[in-house]
Structure formats: structure tokens, C-alpha cells
């Protein structure tokens, strides 16, 4: 167990003994990736704000919940899963002009607020011009698709950590995995006209045009 781990289980033990400030200590050391992993799955900053009080509410509401069978941060990345999953289903289910499955064998993914493709300001690089397109793609991607996909290529974690993580078998992840990354082509390829603007835009600048 590592210094990290013992100072957290200090300090959820001392919030279930309810020793003061042992609590907002816990939620100082968490609320960032809280949010972050809210964020990841909702692509929204209000929204991400409130599921991540309601992480912590449902923390300090089940606290007492965590046998120690896992890692205390495997435990709460759980935890906050729920919860936003729980706050996007309600979402979805309460605005009658979306749909919204979890069921990996359905085609429904989130309608996300899309970024603006347009200006590109001279002052934006060509890599960031390109990150930030890549980024629309990954923001219509559904949100278990996506969260897979960052943890794997962005978190650099293994398949089994994931599956720890998701409380999934290990080809669970992997699908979900391989159709993250099939829909995440299918989309780039739909925007293709977008690439490619970008693509005319740094060639008008002078810039070198880069294969897709």
C-alpha cells in the first residue's frame, strides 16, 4: 500500500469517526478528479458541477459502504460512475427530444454542445487548430464509449485496470474499447469537410498540409 493510500484511509476513517474536517479534507483530495471524470462523461462545465456535488453528497451518505475489497480511489471512481451515469439517464429521460441508451448494442449517443470550428485565429498553431477538432469528434462520442477511450489512450491504463475500475469483464472493455474507436472514425470521417477546411487554411497560411 502506498503513502498516498494510508493517508486516505487515515482520513476516511476519521471522517467516519466524524472527526472534524476529516471530511472536507476528503473531498479536497478528490474533488478535482470529481469533476474531471464528471466532465468526461457529460462534456457540460454546469453539469459537471452538479453531479460533482452530488458525488460527494452520495459520499458522505455511503461512506460507510467502502468494505476495503478494493483500493479506496477504485471505490469512489465507482462511486462518481453512478452517480453521473444515474444524472444522465434522468436528464435523457426527462427531455422528450433526445434518447439515450447504455446498452452497447444501440446506436444513441449524447448530443453534446459542439465547439465553434470557425474562425481559426492566426495566433493558434496547427496542432492545437487540430486537437480542438479532434475534440468535437470525441464530444459526440457516448459517454461509456468515451470514458474507455480516455482512460485507455489518454490515462495510459491497462485493460484490466479499466475493468477493475468499471466493475466489468475485461471483453466488456475491450468492445466498448473497438466501437468507441469505430464511431470515433465514423464522426471524423462525417466532419470530414471540417479536417479539411483546416487543412485549406493552413495551406493559405503557408502552412504544410498533413494527410488524413
Known amino acids: 500500500m502506498g503513502e498516498n493510500e494510508e493517508h486516505i484511509l487515515r482520513l476516511v476513517n476519521e471522517a467516519l469517526e466524524q472527526r472534524p ?57 465507482r462511486l462518481a ?42 495566433e493558434i498553431v496547427e496542432k492545437e487548430d487540430l486537437k480542438n477538432l479532434m475534440q468535437q469528434a470525441l464530444w459526440k462520442l457516448r459517454p461509456d464509449h468515451r470514458e474507455v477511450l480516455f482512460l485507455y489512450d489518454f490515462e495510459n491504463r491497462s485493460y484490466e485496470e479499466i475493468a477493475e475500475l468499471l466493475d466489468c469483464q475485461l471483453g466488456t472493455v475491450k468492445s466498448r474499447l473497438h466501437r468507441a474507436r469505430t464511431e470515433l472514425r465514423k464522426i471524423i470521417l462525417e466532419r470530414r469537410e471540417l479536417f479539411e477546411g483546416y487543412l485549406r487554411h493552413t495551406n493559405q497560411k503557408g502552412g504544410s498540409s498533413h494527410g488524413l
Open 21 to 77: 474536517g476529516a471530511f472536507e479534507s476528503l473531498i479536497h483530495a478528490y474533488e478535482r478528479k470529481a469533476y474531471l471524470h464528471a466532465y468526461r462523461l457529460c462534456g457540460h462545465r454546469e453539469d459537471a458541477l452538479e453531479i460533482t456535488q452530488e458525488i460527494f453528497l452520495k459520499l458522505y451518505r455511503n461512506l460507510s459502504g467502502f468494505r476495503r475489497e478494493s483500493s479506496f480511489n477504485t471505490w469512489f471512481y
Open 81 to 122: 460512475s453512478n452517480v453521473a451515469y444515474d444524472y444522465l439517464r434522468k436528464r435523457y429521460r426527462d427531455d422528450k427530444n433526445r434518447s439515450f441508451s447504455w446498452d452497447d448494442d444501440q446506436e444513441d449517443r449524447v448530443e453534446l454542445e459542439p465547439m465553434d470550428p470557425t474562425p481559426w485565429p492566426e
